[in-house]
């Protein structure tokens, strides 16, 4: 069974940049075909899919929010991480970290952490 813990600040300050890890554990994020996605949900809307990375170390970004992201991995500590730069209050959410399958569908998610974008 794939677990995962999301960690990291819950508060932000404008025009700064969001850090969150995800240590997965019962998988390797090095398994063939196991891609690791970000997710969040800011209050009162719905999902949105921020990105992922690949097995193979390979990522890629929500074209909304390419700009402003990077995800990369620790294989030593089996952790991935986001990065989200320059960030507003309207990147306050829940935000949480997920196993995405081949057909693009969150088998296995993390518990979620609040960040607030606030001065």
């Known amino acids: 069974q794939v677990q995962l813990q999301e960690s990291g600040p819950g508060l932000v300050k404008p025009s700064q940049t969001l850090s969150l890890t995800c240590t997965v554990s019962g998988g390797s994020i090095t398994t063939n075909i196991y891609y690791w996605s970000w997710v969040r949900q800011p209050p009162g809307k719905g999902l949105e899919w921020i990105g992922y990375?690949?097995?193979?170390?390979?990522?890629y970004a929500n074209p909304s929010l390419k700009s402003r992201t990077s995800i990369s991995r620790d294989t030593s500590n089996n952790q991935f991480s986001l990065q989200l730069s320059s960030v507003t209050p309207e990147d306050t959410a829940v935000y949480y970290c997920?196993?995405?399958?081949?057909?693009?569908?969150?088998?296995?998610w993390g518990q979620g952490t609040q960040v607030t974008v606030s001065s």
């Open positions: 990375i690949a097995y193979s170390g390979s990522t």
């Open positions: 997920a196993k995405m399958t081949t057909d693009y569908a969150h088998d296995y």
